[in-house]
């Protein structure tokens, strides 16, 4: 969302429609809001402002009414919070014009000092660019205690066309900035440094006597309205033009700065993304609000096919225009498909000759082409997207030092090694968000002609906007293709991830990066929990499935999950993507033998039977009845019903295992010492069933 004051009061969605602001004092509000944006306002304060002395008796009621419209108008009730201290309206720096004018003037007058003019005049007039009218909230009326933070912001203003004006002169443009110079002086007759400089430029372009007569008519008028002499600097550069000073020269085109050229490399945004606007906002205000000094880096982390490139893509677009030295960009390849990763060095390279030319020398050592890539960053404002990171040790000496960078990195793990980064990890998207995006890759009229079918596509594709994508582009590709031919493709668990493939993407080509990059005994294992399905399981299941010890499995769990292979669900508790899990599947019937397969289910099929039924002892026991399924062990699967604790949400999780893993092993589960062999589970009912009833369910 686009907040602008300088000028007339306007507020754009992030689709760039403007948005009716209503009456006018909800418009004096809002104003009020923005030019006291991130800052509590008492609401007796709001009172006055809206009102003053007259306020009527239900003014407090009308300021609630107007505070309500406004969060309906913005979309969101947490723009404008309420708290002990009054109102606030969050907006991140970005959002609002003031902030960006404000930020560019500070840089211009940094670029200034260090004789740095022509990029000093570039951040000036993008500075300058941003008033749509000279006065700020113009046609507004202002209450007074406002106007006095309006006219500041005018004076400001005013500050910055004159330092644009020096820089110009001092890039040697007198010929194009005398008639700014004459207009402004007409405009502000009193201003001595406007006079000083349309001096400059009157002699520079060889009109000295016209210059000399500026200065005569500037002493006359200030003698005669303000009773004063002219000050130094006018009097300063007077002497200087009657003595034909050397000094005031123009600078010879070898002189002047050279204007570095600013890059732009990022890609071109997807017209289509869609939703993650918590997270886009998050990332955004990470970006952009960071405290002075610190070197801000930023890193998105989430599964194969989350959809990170895009949605750093997107935030990077939005505030491209905060770093006017340039937005660099460097696909990794971390993970991409047949490509090997990037080396430090050759990023290096690439980004040495992006900010300082072609004929810039490259270092071939990594260190010290870092630390002449630090070099060249220094002071610049600059963003870097480093997309697709395989680790920290790539990204590491790719990081600028100073704090007027700005650093956004994509990888498929929590880069967590690295110093001061903010980290997000990117979930899947929500079920409308996906439906939202398929209407725009295929149109809304084929979504809405089979709604029921595209729900279908979309519960299919779990959250991923990959697979979304692809799923898109088959239905693009194939006029002939129905929403509902699509469906029922996708509803064949075996060719899913066949289905999900077009031209050089593929859900199972993703898949296979992360999996290819496991060990042995990760490998192993994230194949084996493919055989129970999506649903969540615990570290006593899958330490029975891989036969491996419960330590030693979590380790080994918990390793999947900072790959982003499983997802941590409450604390002990795992949950494999459906799309993951038919990979998984996949591998594991090519890797293991059928032998192995059904000896790892009947092992967590024991494990979750132990469970239960020693769980079902203790229900027993403790309702005063008889234990019902006796001691069971099996090996390292044993369990004693002193140790258990009747928690009702950890009797149900584990009897979600039990169920999950039968309903995996039709005919796998063999003789469970006492108990019937289970064959197929969905249709026989074996005695434990018996004893988690609906009626019994309801006891728990």
Not at 116 to 134: I, P
Not at 198 to 227: N, T
Not at 261 to 275: R, Y
Not at 413 to 420: F, G, P, Q, V
Request: aromatic share 4%.
């Amino acid at each position: 969302m686009d907040f602008k004051i300088l000028g007339p009061i306007e507020v754009r969605a992030a689709n760039g429609q403007p948005i009716t602001l209503g009456r006018r004092k909800q418009r004096v509000l809002l104003a009020a809001l923005l030019l006291n944006a991130g800052k509590a306002i008492p609401t007796h304060r709001m009172l006055d402002w809206l009102w003053g002395e007259q306020a009527p008796a239900n003014a407090e009621s009308n300021l609630y009414t107007y505070i309500s419209a406004l969060r309906r108008v913005l979309g969101s009730p947490s723009r404008i919070e309420a708290g002990s201290n009054g109102y606030v309206l969050r907006v991140a720096p970005d959002e609002i014009d003031v902030r960006l004018f404000e930020e560019l003037a500070a840089q211009g007058r940094l670029m200034l000092s260090k004789g740095r003019n022509d990029v000093a005049l570039e951040r000036y007039t993008r500075a300058l660019g941003l008033w749509r009218a000279e006065a700020v909230l113009e046609g507004l009326s202002l209450p007074e205690p406002l106007r006095g933070e309006a006219a500041r912001l005018e004076r400001l203003r005013t500050i910055v066309v004159d330092a644009s004006l020096e820089a110009r002169l001092a890039l040697g443009q007198h010929g194009e900035v005398l008639p700014d110079l004459e207009a402004l002086t007409r405009r502000d007759p009193l201003n001595e440094r406007l006079r000083a400089q349309l001096m400059l430029a009157l002699y520079r372009s060889g009109r000295r006597a016209d210059a000399l007569a500026v200065y005569q008519h500037a002493r006359e008028m200030l003698a005669a309205e303000l009773g004063v002499d002219p000050g130094p600097e006018l009097v300063r550069m007077h002497r200087q033009i009657l003595a034909d000073d050397s000094a005031l020269a123009a600078p010879s085109p070898s002189v002047a700065v050279r204007r570095v050229f600013a890059p732009a490399e990022l890609p071109i945004a997807s017209a289509a993304f869609t939703g993650r606007a918590s997270e886009v906002s998050w990332l955004r205000t990470a970006l952009t609000s960071a405290a002075p000094g610190r070197i801000v880096v930023s890193a998105v982390a989430g599964a194969a096919g989350i959809g990170k490139s895009a949605f750093a893509v997107h935030v990077a677009h939005q505030i491209a225009e905060r770093f006017p030295d340039g937005q660099l960009y460097v696909n990794l390849h971390g993970s991409t498909p047949d490509v090997k990763p990037l080396h430090p060095a050759e990023v290096l390279a690439r980004l040495l000759r992006s900010l300082g030319g072609d004929d810039v020398a490259v270092p071939t050592d990594v260190d010290e082409a870092s630390a002449r890539f630090r070099s060249l960053t220094d002071g610049r404002h600059l963003l870097f997207l480093f997309d697709n990171a395989r680790d920290a040790e790539q990204v590491r000496p790719l990081l600028p030092a100073s704090p007027t960078c700005r650093v956004l990195i994509t990888a498929r793990r929590m880069l967590t090694s690295l110093d001061t980064v903010a980290h997000l990890r990117l979930g899947v998207m929500a079920k409308d968000e996906m439906t939202t995006l398929l209407s725009r890759l295929i149109g809304g009229e084929r979504v809405a002609a089979d709604p029921r079918a595209a729900r279908v596509i979309v519960r299919l594709c779990g959250g991923l906007p990959l697979a979304i994508r692809i799923a898109a582009a088959r239905l693009v590709a194939r006029p002939d293709l129905s929403l509902r031919g699509l469906a029922d493709r996708l509803a064949v668990e075996d060719h899913r991830l066949s289905e999900l493939q077009a031209d050089d993407r593929a859900v199972r080509a993703c898949f296979m990066v992360s999996y290819r990059a496991l060990e042995a005994e990760h490998s192993r294992l994230f194949r084996l929990l493919g055989l129970l399905g999506g649903s969540d399981i615990s570290v006593a299941v899958a330490a029975a499935l891989a036969d491996r010890s419960e330590e030693q499995t979590a380790d080994l769990l918990d390793h999947l999950a900072d790959a982003q292979l499983l997802e941590v669900r409450d604390a002990g508790r795992y949950r494999m993507h459906d799309l993951l899990c038919l990979f998984a599947r996949e591998r594991t019937r090519q890797e293991e033998t059928e032998e192995e397969q059904v000896q790892a289910v009947r092992r967590a099929l024991h494990s979750s039977l132990v469970i239960a039924c020693t769980l079902g002892d203790v229900r027993h026991r403790r309702a005063g009845r008889d234990a019902k399924f006796g001691h069971l062990a099996l090996g390292r699967f044993s369990m004693s019903p002193d140790d258990c604790t009747i928690d009702p949400r950890w009797l149900n999780a584990k009897m979600a295992d039990l169920i999950s893993t039968a309903r995996q092993a039709p005919g796998a589960a063999g003789d469970v010492t006492g108990l019937p062999t289970v064959h197929g589970a969905a249709s026989h009912r074996p005695p434990w069933r018996w004893e988690m009833s609906d009626r019994n369910r309801r006891g728990i």
